[in-house]
């Protein structure tokens, strides 16, 4: 028996508009109240951790100064450590039948954690100001974590206490990294120090650059020196 061609392309049309009209429930054993619930709160991490890796690229992208080599490498291991976890967390919501971030515009309506468009930002600034988002991202990191557990959802719980320990462990080198160097305000500036062999007594000279600066100056390699933390 011969098939009509023109049948059996509407059939296929037909079963085309039925799969598109479907939505994309992924089959699993968890109630739909805890599918909303870690969708929504894995999504909203998903958006901060895609923020957070751009930001830490863009201070890697942008980093200057004398210790430039070992944060300009610093900045890149941990943005490609926190890329590593967009794909797990994307992956998570779809397996518990959600749906996850589809474009940049739907990753900025989400984030919580803020964007640094500034055309320039002090080395040691981006240091702390990224301790501060990884903090803030641990933080996160336990809410969700507590979401996961109340469902019963063991596999993002593990993926997540992993994540966990990744992200104290970027706070703890950052912290150690502007610790030593923030400067007495504690602005994540570097330090002018008096120095008595820079061919002037009473000179200052500041810890960035190693310039001398007659104790009537205003300016370093035309930075302003209230810019620094000076001590005595």
Not at 37 to 51: E, H, K, Q, R, W
Not at 71 to 97: F, N, S
Request: aromatic content about 6%; charged content about 25%; some cysteine.
């Amino acid at each position: 028996m011969r098939v009509d061609p023109v049948k059996k392309s509407d059939k296929r049309i037909d079963a085309l508009k039925a799969r598109q009209a479907a939505p994309l429930g992924t089959p699993t054993d968890l109630k739909a109240k805890a599918t909303r619930d870690i969708a929504g709160g894995m999504n909203a991490l998903l958006a901060d951790v895609f923020a957070l890796y751009l930001k830490t690229k863009n201070f890697h992208w942008h980093m200057s100064g004398p210790h430039f080599r070992d944060y300009h490498l610093l900045l890149d291991e941990q943005a490609d450590q926190i890329y590593a976890m967009t794909d797990p967390i994307a992956e998570r919501i779809r397996k518990v039948g959600g749906s996850t971030l589809r474009s940049i515009g739907h990753i900025a309506r989400t984030q919580r954690i803020t964007d640094n468009d500034a055309e320039y930002v002090e080395p040691l600034d981006m240091l702390a100001e990224l301790r501060e988002d990884n903090k803030t991202l641990a933080a996160r990191l336990r809410e969700i974590h507590d979401v996961v557990d109340e469902h019963h959802d063991i596999a993002s719980a593990s993926l997540i206490e992993n994540w966990i320990d990744e992200t104290e462990r970027r706070t703890w080198f950052l912290f150690e990294a502007v610790g030593n160097q923030a400067g007495s305000a504690g602005r994540g500036r570097p330090a002018a120090i008096r120095s008595g062999n820079s061919g002037c007594p009473s000179g200052w000279v500041c810890q960035d650059c190693s310039c001398a600066q007659d104790a009537g100056a205003t300016s370093c390699n035309g930075r302003a020196l209230q810019d620094f933390a000076l001590a005595t």
